[in-house]
């Protein structure tokens, strides 16, 4: 046997009738301060801005992703393992 219910209902009623909280007010509070934060670190997202920060990183960063790949393509490879300093 096959029984098919449908129950039309808007969330606050599904809510309410399985007796979960009403999570309404949080989630308004928790929206209002993600956009005041957002609007408030407008500036950050500025292309000049992002590149001056991702340039500071970049050396370092770049070197350091190198030595991830060589350390890690060195077993596979057949080669010795860690850094480049060691071979």
Partial sequence: MK???EIECTPEEARSFLGLPDVTALNE????EMQKRAEANMDQLDPEVLMRQWSAFGGQM???FMELMR?????????????????
Avoid: E, W, Y
Avoid at 29 to 32: G, K, T, V
Avoid at 71 to 87: F, V, Y
């Fill in 29 to 32: 509070s928790l929206m209002a």
């Fill in 62 to 64: 770049t070197n350091q």
């Fill in 71 to 87: 350390s890690a393509a060195g077993p596979a490879a057949g080669g010795k393992t860690g850094s480049s300093k060691d071979r």
């Fill in 3 to 5: 029984v098919n219910i």
